[in-house]
Nanobody
Framework: QVQLVESGGGLVQAGGSLRLSCAASGSSFSIRVMGWYRQAPGKQREPVATFTTVGSINYLDSVKGRFTISRDNAKNTVYLQMNSLKPEDTAVYYC????????WGQGTQVTVSS
């Protein structure tokens, strides 16, 4: 079993930056994939940035060049650095992890004002 705890959301003006953190605990050694999704009001949840099983990184096209995913294996923590934020980035951001099952964090709200 894996537990995910997110932090770092908030309210920021357009053009600003935020860094999200996701700390994994429990059977975190078994995690194969980890990353971030987001869900805006009235929209489907979409993948934002993901570490794949082969070590590569996938980004949503609309965040490429602005968002950076990174990880600290010693702390079992994944980060999402978000720069040049836009109002359309407003959403609840969810950390997720996969071993033999999928796990989700509780979500953290990111609001970008224009």
């Amino acid at each position: 079993q894996v537990q995910l705890v997110e932090s770092g959301g908030g309210l920021v003006q357009a053009g600003g930056s935020l860094r999200l953190s996701c700390a994994a605990s429990g059977s975190s050694f078994s995690i194969r994939v980890m990353g971030w999704y987001r869900q805006a009001p009235g929209k489907q949840r979409e993948p934002v940035a993901t570490f794949t099983t082969v070590g590569s990184i996938n980004y949503l096209d609309s965040v490429k060049g602005r968002f950076t995913i990174s990880r600290d294996n010693a702390k079992n923590t994944v980060y999402l650095q978000m720069n040049s934020l836009k109002p359309e980035d407003t959403a609840v951001y969810y950390c997720f992890a996969v071993d033999s099952k999928s796990y989700w964090g509780q979500g953290t709200q990111v609001t970008v004002s224009s």
